[in-house]
């Protein structure tokens, strides 16, 4: 099994940055793949941003593409996802994700994602 536990959520004003930090423990060696997923109220999970747990593929929602970075240290067994200028639309609970798939597939498969973390919500505010 891996574990997954999220933080770096927060209140911020339209604008600001955040980054979510998501430290994996565990079997960490069946990881392939890590990324983020978040679930606003009322709507469903989307996909965020994927990249490879040891290579250099990153994947981004066109939502996201050009604010979000994501990033990840493996001698510390954690990955980043650096958030710019915020919109009030980018509230959500953010979910980490690891999975056993290549980066290129974790955007399609959300309900085949081998692990899961608790979530940290993200609030921006207008």
């Known amino acids: 099994q891996v574990q997954l536990v999220e933080s770096g959520g927060g209140l911020v004003q339209a604008g600001d940055s955040l980054r979510l930090s998501c430290v994996a423990s565990g079997r960490t060696l069946r990881i392939i793949t890590v990324g983020w997923f978040r679930q606003a109220p009322g709507k469903e999970r989307e996909f965020v941003a994927a990249?490879?747990?040891?290579?250099?593929?990153?994947f981004y929602a066109d939502s996201v593409k050009g604010r979000f970075t994501i990033s990840r240290d493996n001698a510390k067994n954690t990955m980043y996802l650096q958030m710019n200028s915020l919109k009030p639309e980018d509230t959500a609970v953010y979910y980490c994700a690891a999975d056993t798939a290549l980066a290129a597939a974790m955007q399609k498969r959300i309900d085949g994602i081998d692990y899961w973390g608790k979530g940290t919500l993200v609030t921006v505010s207008s």
């Open positions: 990249i490879s747990w040891r290579g250099v593929s990153t």
